[in-house]
């Protein structure tokens, strides 16, 4: 297997974002609606921080029926998203290689990783799940 091959290669690009001022509710909203379980929380175009649906599921009540929505929104209003996220988030740049992420999500509990241009913007996100189906077309599976 090639050692070289650079992230931007198998990250995704189309990474839906939370704004630092959003909240909860909106956050179980785009977890749930984009099937996603890793969401980056930017101002304006910067990352500062990542909120996972593990982190909602700390606070919140998991997987409640529709009729328990105010049960939910009263636990959600109760925190704010800065609270709640990672704040110390780290980042590889979109130039980095595959290599690099592996050796990261390997010694870190970290399962989703923001990618950054050399400015510092979101350019995407690259996660553990991407890797994994990246390892298994070169065994052709």
Known sequence: MKERILIS??????????????????????????????????????????????????IGIPDVDEDDKEVISTVYDMYTLEQVMTKNVKTLFNTDFIKTAALIFSESEFRALPIVDEHQNLVGILSTTDLIKFLLAQFNV
């Not at 001022?21 to 304006?44: C, M, Q, W, Y």
């Open 9 to 58: 290669t198998i990250m995704t690009t189309d990474v839906v974002t939370l704004n630092i001022t959003d909240s909860l509710t909106k956050a179980e909203e785009l977890f749930k609606n984009n099937n996603i379980r890793h969401i980056p929380v930017v101002s304006g175009n910067q990352i500062v921080g990542m909120l996972s649906y593990s982190d909602m599921l700390k």
